[in-house]
């Protein structure tokens, strides 16, 4: 299953000695999916664990008492592993007390996360890249957090970024959750998106937006996972878009240095900030880009909401609590739809590896929702 990556974890170019080490492996939805050594007595992989819903509370709950009780042994499978003592486990292992594997989200930009946790509590993301793809991405995150000014986004968080011998490693920055009304927590959204965006908002050329989503785009004639209608349907759409933007003038577009995975599960909210995570994907997007990807992507994969339940949410939002005309949010909606669809459209053509259900969902909102704005809502 996920054996054939697990090397650039536990391995070194070095020619140094190896030791065979045990550790438990807890799948998920039939895969692996995290990997602790025998030795640790504390489910800490599970910070790694988006809990955002009830029945994901319960299975961390859960975990954490087979852990607790030391009962590992009676419910996961053991499993050895020869690692290198320059490998990036060990190097991280010799520094922190506590240290528990994420497998990562099969793909091309997947990586291993690497929790780790000191006596005191502290605790520090390294992630961990098995691809040229998933490098870069973590290149960009690291980037991306250093060329960012913590006084910009205050009081708002952001990690920090560490390095130990070549592993890139990100702090934990958790704001202490809190019970607020929704209006609240959407008026702390959009003040970290305004501080965000207003260090680096500038006009776009409209020509080269549409050559960017053709770029995105690829080889139209290439196939898609199992040649699913699904895919081809969504590119369809894409293609009908781009062709209908390249007819209009005086469309001006205004982008931003995005955050560009903006959700509730790489976030805390607090009673007065937000804790950001995960910022491997930051680059230039259209404005309103993390605000309409944070309401979009809660409501198709964790709500599960039909088309037209997602978009009434999210022009309420974005009518009543961020004050933006239905002109200016359908303009930008298009463009969040445009970037979104055909960057992953080209993602999932080249993923060797079977493709999640939720990515199925999305595909068929994101296709169902360009319908719904259509060719003439400018």
Known sequence: MTHYSICSLFSSDQDSEEIAKYFFIVKKNGRDFWLIEDKFNSAVFLKSYPQITLKAKLYSILLKTIWYFRLQSIFFEKRAYMVSGDSDYEKICRRYTKVGVFFGTPGVNRKFVVVAQKKDGRTVYFKIPTSDESRDLVKNEVVSLQSIDPADLAPHLTPQVLNIEGANGFTEVSARTARISKKKKFSLL????????????????????????????????????????????????????????????????????????????????????ISVLDWELSSFKPKYFDLIHLIVSNSILVERKEKKAVYRELSSIFNEYFLVNNKEFQKYFRLYLLYQSTYYLNKYRSQLEPLHVQIFWQIETWAALLDSIGLDDD
């Open 190 to 273: 959009w003040d970290f998106y305004q501080k965000l965006s207003s260090k680096t908002i500038r006009r776009r050329d409209l020509n080269e937006v549409i050559n960017e989503l053709y770029d995105y785009l690829g080889d139209l004639k290439s196939e898609f996972p199992n040649n699913n209608y699904k895919f081809s349907d969504l590119t369809t759409k894409c293609k009908q878009q781009i062709e209908h933007l390249s007819t209009m003038s005086n469309y001006d577009i205004e982008m931003y240095k995005a955050h560009g995975d903006f959700t509730y599960w790489n976030m805390f909210i607090g009673r007065n900030e």
